[in-house]
């Protein structure tokens, strides 16, 4: 019983945060730490369940591709894995800084908003 209400506690915060999370498919990042600290990358994919988020060639993992044929060979192709969001600053469109996300409701909708131009990303 109690662990079903954990559960169903962490789902609920984990659609909050889903909810919340301020970096989308498609935005330009600058990542601000790890070994690509100081890159920017385009995002691929979010997963905001996990607050995490797949960044084109950044953080590329090594993997093994078997040969489908056998007169393929296997080959090692670098496969980019998922960073956390924290780890990442969202490059505002408008005017190009690292910025923080804010956020402001227009005709009942949420938009985003960067904190430094104020204008809607
Ligand atoms: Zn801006």
Aim: net charge positive; charged share 35%; hydrophobic share 40%.
């Amino acid at each position: 019983m109690r662990i079903m209400l954990i559960r169903m506690i962490s789902i609920k915060l984990a659609l909050k945060f889903a909810y919340f999370m301020k970096i989308r498919k498609g935005d330009t990042v600058l990542i601000i730490s790890g070994k690509d600290r100081r890159r920017k990358g385009k995002v691929l994919k979010a997963f905001p369940k996990e607050l995490k988020i797949l960044v084109e060639g950044m953080n590329l993992k090594k993997k093994h591709v078997r040969p489908k044929r056998e007169e393929e060979k296997g080959q090692i192709v670098q496969i980019p894995a998922p960073i956390p969001v924290s780890n990442v600053k969202l490059v505002c469109p408008k005017c190009t800084k690292p910025t923080r996300v804010g956020y402001k409701i227009v005709d009942k909708k949420k938009i985003r908003i960067c904190k430094k131009c104020g204008k809607e990303i």
